[in-house]
């Protein structure tokens, strides 16, 4: 027999033929999902909504993800986000028996050779670069599903006030374009718990944490008729670390500081050099501040109105320190003024009197009279000088009682600012760790 010599040649010889049926079996596969392809497609119209009975509706399942928050345009009220968007819809005239085409259950079809529902988000209103994916799965029972990633930018009300612990509430609202309910109705493909409470596909490590994703569905009535709607509420909160160290800290101090020159005498002028040295302090501050604030139109940041604030109370409180250090400038020289002329007297005294008639006659008067009008003379120049010595304490008197009463004025007007200012440093200071305390609640 021949099974001797030929038994070292069996393994071989199996190992042939199984390629060969391995080879029959992909070859008849690769026939089988061509011919599938070229039946579905070969008389399918894509113009047509895919439904045997134009009344029934094509209920469309969507879905989204978000992945990370891209931007945060406040001064242009715009939100960049990457989401992943799934919809799952029934194409009637996409489905086959299984058993038919060699077993196969699922297939991918070019997006672009089938009908797809005219889905876009209402906020849109800037077009990003997204992969785009040409393909779609579909399965035997006609189910399509077709995913995609998006970089949405998109329209939302920002607001700024709470900075930097700020939450922001934007919504990506789905719906067709021409397609009214009656025609296309739009499903969610999960449950909107699971929806609500996933962040597992999130990106953590930028400036936003993701809060939550709520979901809801709604039909908008108008002329053109009733469409349906799946509106995505995405909730957003900053992480403020980097703006307390960097901004809220840096400002408590600089206003402690500009606090503590109130302790320094109205007076002084030394306090006018120490406050304008604050102010120059505030101004640095506030140009280094507006790079990293938000801007809105529609908001300020509470950080900022507080600071706007507080430098007005230093430029109050330093106008008046220069206007207290003038006023007490000019009383100092015209008391000074006063002083000299009191002293300086009458200095027509000294010289020898004459009468007029004399005078006129070009004669002096005789030494002898001279000494009989000098004891005259001479009491009425002490008499006239103690006259002018006594309104010059009167007077004296007056400008001090008047300058105290400034002074009083001031210092109590000094006071009111103080406490003013003591008012409102304690307000940012409540209001800032209320702020912080709701952000992490």
Request: proline share 5%; aromatic share 12%.
């Amino acid at each position: 027999t021949l099974a001797g010599p030929m038994a070292p040649l069996w393994p071989f010889v199996l190992a042939a033929a199984s390629g060969i049926l391995a080879m029959d079996t992909s070859y008849s596969r690769s026939p089988a999902l061509h011919h599938l392809t070229k039946q579905l497609l070969q008389t399918y119209r894509k113009e047509v909504r895919p439904v045997h009975n134009w009344t029934q509706a094509t209920t469309v399942y969507l879905d989204m993800f978000v992945y990370a928050v891209l931007d945060v345009d406040t001064q242009n009220q715009k939100l960049k986000t990457s989401v992943w968007y799934r919809e799952v819809w029934d194409d009637e005239f996409l489905s086959w028996n299984s058993s038919m085409f060699d077993e196969i259950r699922e297939i991918s079809l070019p997006l672009s050779a089938i009908w797809a529902p005219d889905i876009i988000i209402n906020e849109y209103v800037d077009t990003e670069r997204s992969p785009d994916l040409p393909y779609v799965y579909v399965n035997s029972s006609g189910t399509i599903k077709h995913s995609k990633p998006i970089q949405v930018v998109s329209a939302c009300n920002l607001e700024t006030y709470a900075f930097p612990f700020d939450v922001q509430n934007c919504s990506l609202t789905f719906s067709s374009i021409l397609h009214t309910v009656e025609d296309v109705d739009l499903a969610f493909l999960r449950s909107t718990e699971d929806i609500t409470h996933d962040q597992k596909a999130f990106l953590n490590d930028s400036e936003w944490e993701l809060l939550s994703v709520s979901s809801t569905y709604r039909i908008l009535q108008n002329s053109a008729g009733d469409f349906a709607q799946i509106q995505f509420n995405v909730v957003i909160r900053r992480h403020p670390l980097v703006y307390v160290v960097s901004l809220l800290i840096p400002s408590i101090f600089l206003m402690l500081v500009d606090l503590g020159s109130f302790y320094l005498p109205p007076t002084c002028q030394a306090r006018i050099l120490f406050k304008t040295s604050v102010l120059v302090g505030y101004t640095v501050f506030r140009v280094n501040m507006s790079d990293e604030v938000p801007r809105s139109a529609g908001s300020t940041p509470l950080i900022g109105v507080f600071f706007t604030v507080c430098m007005a109370f230093l430029v109050l409180s330093l106008s008046k320190s220069i206007l207290l250090v003038k006023f007490l400038y000019d009383e100092r020289c015209s008391q000074q003024e006063q002083t000299l002329l009191c002293l300086r007297g009458d200095t027509d005294t000294d010289q020898p009197r004459m009468d007029p008639g004399a005078q006129l006659a070009g004669v002096t008067e005789s030494p002898v009279c001279q000494e009989c009008q000098a004891p005259s003379g001479s009491l009425k120049e002490v008499w006239s000088q103690l006259r002018s010595i006594s309104s010059y304490f009167q007077t004296q008197d007056q400008v001090d009682q008047q300058e105290l009463g400034w002074l009083a004025l001031l210092e109590r007007f000094d006071r009111l600012l103080f406490q003013s200012y003591l008012v409102v440093l304690g307000l940012y200071a409540v209001t800032l760790c209320s702020l912080w305390v709701s952000w992490s609640g």
